[in-house]
């Protein structure tokens, strides 16, 4: 067991993965969150799925997404929180909505027009795109005609906490930019916004939560020990190897050792999924 865990559970922001989830599992939390984030009323059909996990086949890569829902519409919406750029966002939302999109027809169906409509939705800390932008929305247009929409119901939205062009935007959706950065009572209680408080309430109960803060601890702990072990094993099964090819051997071991799958495996290790593909393309290695 590790005893020291410097990162506590009342530390944490709306901006880290773990505080977003568990709020974000809150149906009335989630469908406030994305209503403010799009500027429009949302009300969400069920209750939101969490960590949800999707792989088309046992041979391709699986995702596991951060919060799904779907609306009264039937359209469905998917909000990742992403801390930190790891330089290949753009082709992951790509895929992550593919993946999602496969998903959401019954086997045999013939008629793509049953595909619901979605919504990818990003949130990060930084501009992925450098214009400046809280929020960069993207849909299917013609490049010979650009007022000529493609219509086929799938949107990506990327929000950067950090933008500069203020007077677009209302006060509610700048003061939730504040929020995830800084989710205290301070900016909780500065903020009009009803669907703000709304969600900080359910902040707050997580934070106070008994359950709440050993399902953390343990997260780290597994976290740690998968890490300690993969790296042990790693060092034993690539002894004076490169970097990447310890990397994949510590990744592996984790695997075999834990009988987890890979995203929890490189997020044990403190490494991502990218990373790890990075590595094993680096050292020529299969599988």
Known sequence: MVSNVTTKLAELNLEDRFLFDETMENKE????????????EIELLEKPETEKELR?????RQVRLDVVSMDLQKKVYHTEMQKSDTGNLKKRSRYYQAQLDVSLLEPGCIDFNLLNDSCFILIAPFDLFNEGLYRYTFEGTCRECPKLKLEDGATRVFIN?????KEEFSQEFLDFMEYIM?????VA?????SRIKLIHENVKKIRASEKMGVKYMQLWEEKALIREEGRREGRSEGIEVGKAEMLVNS???AMKNFGI???SACEGIGTTVEEYYRAKEDRGLKG
């Open 56 to 60: 088309v086949s046992p041979e391709l």
């Open 251 to 253: 990744v592996g071991a």
């Open 189 to 193: 209680d500065r903020t009009a916004s």
């Open 261 to 263: 799958d890979l995203q």
């Open 182 to 186: 800084s989710s205290t009572d301070a």
């Open 161 to 165: 906490t950090k933008g500069t062009n």
């Open 29 to 40: 939390a989630y469908q406030a969150a994305v209503s403010i984030l799009l500027e429009r």
